[in-house]
């Protein structure tokens, strides 16, 4: 299927269009052999990326989603049928600003009379560690973003990304880093043992999306873990070493080395700990907050292996 201009297939706004999520849900949306018009929003229609998908049939929309311009927002979704929502944390590293940002794009939806909202929410840590982690402000902005949409009156999906292959590669984060010998560590505050929902967010998220979209009824209410395979930080490692023959061991890091090794790389000491308290999180109450058992069923094809990953990514700046 292509991306249809028929005016009897529903129109499916979709935010952040030239990101990660938003890109994947277009993918998936395209692929599915249900006939979907597609609006998708971005600051700058004139960018390759945003070119790319007017050539593919989008209707790019240039718009700047922030809580100054809350009419040219509205204005953005008239029309659409359904609404896929994702707020970018990192733009600006603020969690009020985050939460006003994704309730701005609820309300609006919601003004344009949309039959149903998906937002890419993430758990509730505050709540859900019962006070014992309140800084993981990326995670508790968009949960209180979901209550709020959940409470909107208007079907709401809760399509929660798992952590991103991607995070392997970041340079940021660094999560890989190479021995005097030429051996390589992958560490973290997580447990060796712990199990992480991974996800290749470009290939898979869109898939958990469509399927929701696609359900006989729409699923209002309910949460949906979007990921592409459950692995350990041990087996992530064992993978990484068959995968490109190199020799990587995992290792279990201290609170204060992970913090300190980010703010060392330049990040500001609130970010630092938003990461490390977040992954102290997945390691102890699950990223999810709990353990969903993982379920393929109903998905357009299969999500993706980290060991498909792990071949077709680009190691280069990470195993220097
Ligand atoms: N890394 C992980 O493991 C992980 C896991 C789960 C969830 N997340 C969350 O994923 C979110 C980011 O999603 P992503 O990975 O899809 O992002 P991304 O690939 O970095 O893309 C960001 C998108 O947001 C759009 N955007 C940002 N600010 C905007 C604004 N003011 N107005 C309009 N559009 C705006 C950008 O559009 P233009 O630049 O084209 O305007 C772009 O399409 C973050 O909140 C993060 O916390 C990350
Ligand atoms: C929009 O993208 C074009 C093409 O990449 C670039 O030349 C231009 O500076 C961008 N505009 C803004 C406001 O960022």
């Known amino acids: 299927m292509t991306i249809s201009t028929a005016v009897s297939a529903p129109i499916i706004a979709v935010v952040g269009a030239t990101g990660a999520q938003g890109g994947s849900v277009i993918r998936a949306l395209s692929e599915s052999n249900k006939a979907y018009r597609i609006r998708g929003f971005t600051r700058n229609i004139t960018k390759a990326s945003a070119q790319a998908l007017t ?30 929502l994702v707020t970018n ?28 909202i998906i937002f890419s929410g993430l758990t509730a840590v505050e709540k ?16 209180e973003v979901a209550e709020y949409g959940r409470a909107s009156g208007v079907p709401f999906v809760d399509v929660q990304a798992g952590f991103y292959n991607d995070n392997f590669l970041s340079e940021g984060l ?35 999306v469509c399927q929701v979209l696609e359900a006989p009824i729409f699923p209002d209410g309910s949460v949906v873990y979007a990921r592409s395979e459950d692995l350990s930080m041990e087996e992530v490692a064992r993978q990484l070493s068959e995968g490109l023959s190199k020799t990587v061991t995992y290792q279990q890091i201290t609170y204060e080395e ?38 393929a069923e ?22 220097l």
């Open 55 to 84: 050539a593919q049939g989008v209707e790019m929309v240039a718009v700047n989603l922030v809580v100054e311009n809350r009419h040219n927002v509205y204005s953005a979704f008239v029309g659409a049928d359904y609404a896929f």
């Open 89 to 116: 944390f990192w733009e600006h590293a603020d969690k009020q600003k985050e939460i006003a940002e994704g309730k701005l794009l609820i309300d609006a939806a919601k003004a344009a009379g949309v039959k149903g």
């Open 128 to 143: 859900l560690s019962k006070g014992k982690y309140t800084k993981v402000f990326h995670f508790d902005g968009k949960a």
């Open 174 to 208: 660094q999560l890989v880093t190479k021995n005097s010998d030429g051996t390589f560590i992958l560490s973290s505050v997580i447990k060796p043992s712990a199990v992480i929902p991974l996800i290749d967010v470009e290939k898979d998220y869109g898939l958990y």
């Open 258 to 295: 992970a913090t300190q090794s980010l703010t060392k790389r330049g990040f500001p000491e609130i970010t630092a700990i938003d990461i490390v308290e977040g992954f102290l999180f997945f390691s102890e109450f699950g990223y999810y907050g709990r353990y969903p058992a993982f379920s």
């Open 298 to 319: 109903g998905l357009g094809r299969p999500p993706s292996r980290f060991s498909d990953f792990v071949k077709a990514a680009d190691w280069s700046k990470v195993f």
